[in-house]
């Protein structure tokens, strides 16, 4: 992508994040705290991962994509995404809507269409992925920093695979929303935050460069590419499955919610941390390239052991600080009281 083209990008979507936070700001269009969130802020808006949508459509008719499936599934993720953050949906019929675009997404790459249980995995895998995302919308800079990382690696991919070429501007295009999206939002108080409208559609994306990636190198390597997120995701579902929880529900069970929730770390802070061990995790992946088989196999292990442990480790001691505290303040209340009754 040309510079000409990526300054008139870049002015057009601050221009319609500016446009758009006036309008909602208008019609009243703020986040609202649920149990999810991770701020008491009312003046946030919601939505403002609309960008992200805006860049593929400019990516579509900068080069011409040939990706009709890809753009219709991102299209209905859009929409009832948008709706949602205007008015609540069912989460049935949100999750429809995913099934539907996600087996867009999967008819668009044919390579997984060979045999029915490969199809189902990926089909599975891909309506998770895509759901799960949304969650990172609660931390400022989360969904922006770690998106950062996800989307350039695939972006150097794809030049690695197959060249410069006309398709490789998708990912430019939606690299250049998310710098512009994390002007108004990785901030220690947020103008705005993705919704579902951005973290979903986002999502989706993402899902497409893996797919795309898996099937242009013939390995599955490049899932590595969102592993930190996923290992946290898994193993919290996990969790929760365990405690008998619905896990359909909103919560603040995810690793970076507790570190920002229980240990009290800046959303900032938690946010560039997952972006840089992805980052780092995505440098060793994009190293194994050529690696042989069994090579790549011992790879896969070691980084998700380590992330493995890494997260019973950190929730195990994130439990440890919670009973101290929760201790010290009985004592402090026991105290108090005391000092009450004999005055």
């Given at each position: 992508m040309s510079l000409p083209i990526c300054f008139f990008l870049t002015v057009l979507l601050i221009g319609a994040e500016l446009l758009y936070l006036k309008l909602a700001r208008h019609l009243g269009l703020f986040d609202r705290p649920n149990e999810r969130s991770a701020h008491l802020n009312l003046s946030t808006i919601?939505?403002?991962?609309?960008?992200?949508?805006?860049?593929?459509?400019?990516?579509?008719w900068i080069s011409k994509l040939s990706l009709p499936y890809v753009y219709l599934g991102l299209t209905f993720i859009t929409?009832?995404?948008?709706?949602d953050d205007i008015s609540s949906v069912p989460k049935w019929y949100r999750l429809a809507?995913?099934?539907?675009?996600?087996g867009l997404l999967t008819f668009q790459e044919k390579a997984f269409l060979d045999q029915w249980w490969l199809f189902a995995g990926v089909f599975f895998i891909g309506v998770g992925i895509?759901?799960?995302y949304n969650f990172m919308d609660g931390i400022n800079g989360m969904t922006a920093f770690y998106s950062l990382v996800t989307?350039?690696?695939?972006?150097?991919?794809q030049v690695q695979q197959s060249g410069p070429g006309e398709n490789d501007v998708?990912?430019?295009?939606?690299?250049?929303?998310?710098?512009?999206?994390?002007?108004?939002?990785?901030?220690?108080?947020?103008?705005?935050?993705a919704g579902d409208v951005g973290s979903i559609s986002m999502g989706f994306i993402i899902l497409y460069g893996l797919l795309a990636s898996i099937n242009r190198s013939h390995t599955y390597l490049p899932i590595l590419f969102i592993s930190v997120y996923g290992i946290d995701t898994l193993l919290t579902i996990i969790y929760r499955l365990y405690l008998r929880q619905n896990i359909f529900r909103a919560h603040q069970m995810h690793l970076f919610q507790l570190l920002v929730h229980q240990l009290g770390w800046p959303h900032l802070r938690v946010s560039l941390l997952y972006a840089l061990v992805q980052l780092g995790i995505n440098g060793l992946v994009i190293l194994a390239m050529n690696w042989l088989p069994i090579s790549q196999f011992v790879l896969v292990g070691l980084i998700w052991g380590s992330l493995l442990i890494a997260y019973v480790t950190t929730r195990k001691r994130i439990g440890i600080v919670t009973k101290k505290e929760s201790v010290l303040e009985n004592r402090l209340y026991y105290i108090d009281l005391k000092n009450l009754e004999n005055t």
């Open positions: 919601r939505g403002g991962g609309f960008v992200f949508y805006l860049a593929v459509v400019c990516a579509i929409l009832i995404s948008f709706w809507i995913h099934m539907l675009a996600v895509v759901n799960a989307v350039g690696t695939l972006w150097y991919w998708l990912f430019p295009c939606v690299f250049v929303a998310l710098l512009v999206f994390s002007y108004f939002n990785a901030r220690r108080r947020a103008i705005c935050f």
